[in-house]
């Protein structure tokens, strides 16, 4: 079993999932704010418009999301380059694709729902992740995406603190240069024929009071005016 202590690495070295691929399930370890974040990304996701409807997930992860498109009715496709969770992403029900979310081996066209979530903060290349993510999507199709946003005050919470508290963010998990200036992100999905519309995102107090588990609320993420932090972006890719 791959221990689940972290080796030192390079800030957003993708080699930290594999050291930390026990710790993706663990209701009460480093990813719970992913957890707390596939559930809110799902309620923007709307039913299946038809049978075998396709759900392209760029950045799957281990399919934390998939416990939420279980009765949406999607065909859910995982795209990572993550084999370790990968692996983990199909035990949940995913049909998994191991590839770079900068070049995805599928049609255009080819997905009713594309989503990105927490992966944009990672990419080195936005503006090819987010082609390739409206090149998917099929016209009258929905983009969802969650990220941080590219400001001195989310440096200081997803970076400073959060990095510094228990069972926050394994260190070096972010590189803050790599995180979203949310103005050239609705320009880019604007640019590929997707209109998408920013909210901020944060936890609720209940969630973060009952982080061990034992007290989880029923919603654990809501939504803020402000997206200064984290926040999520839903949109709709233009018909002909």
């Known amino acids: 079993m791959t221990s689940s202590v972290p080796l030192r690495r390079a800030r957003n070295d993708p080699q930290q999932y594999e050291d930390l691929v026990d710790s993706w399930w663990d209701p009460t370890g480093p990813f719970v704010m992913l957890h707390w974040i596939a559930e809110a990304r799902a309620r923007l996701i709307p039913p299946a418009p038809r049978r075998g ?7 799957c992860g281990a399919g934390l999301l998939a416990p939420h498109l279980v009765d949406k009715g999607y065909e859910h496709v995982g795209v ?21 979310v900068g070049a995805v081996p599928l049609p255009s066209g080819a997905a009713d729902v594309v989503v990105a979530g927490e992966i944009l903060e990672h990419v080195t290349d936005l503006d090819r992740v987010v082609a390739e993510a409206c090149r998917v999507l099929a016209p009258g199709g929905t983009l ?16 400073t603190i959060a990095e510094r508290i228990p069972r926050g963010a394994p260190k070096g998990i972010h590189d803050p240069r790599l995180f979203v200036d949310r103005r050239r992100l609705v320009t880019l999905c604007a640019r590929y024929e997707v209109d998408v519309e920013l909210f901020g995102l944060r936890p609720t107090m209940r969630a973060i009071v009952g982080r061990d588990g034992r007290r989880r609320p029923k919603r654990t993420m809501t ?3 402000t997206t200064s932090v984290l926040f999520q972006g839903v949109g709709k890719k233009r018909l002909p």
């Open 53 to 59: 409807a396709l759900l392209v997930d760029l950045g």
């Open 80 to 100: 990572d380059l993550t084999r370790s969770a990968l692996g983990l992403a199909r035990d949940h029900g995913a049909h998994v694709v191991c590839a770079d």
């Open 144 to 159: 969802v995406i969650d990220t941080i946003a590219n400001t001195a005050l989310a440096r200081l919470l997803v970076v």
């Open 223 to 225: 939504q803020t005016m």
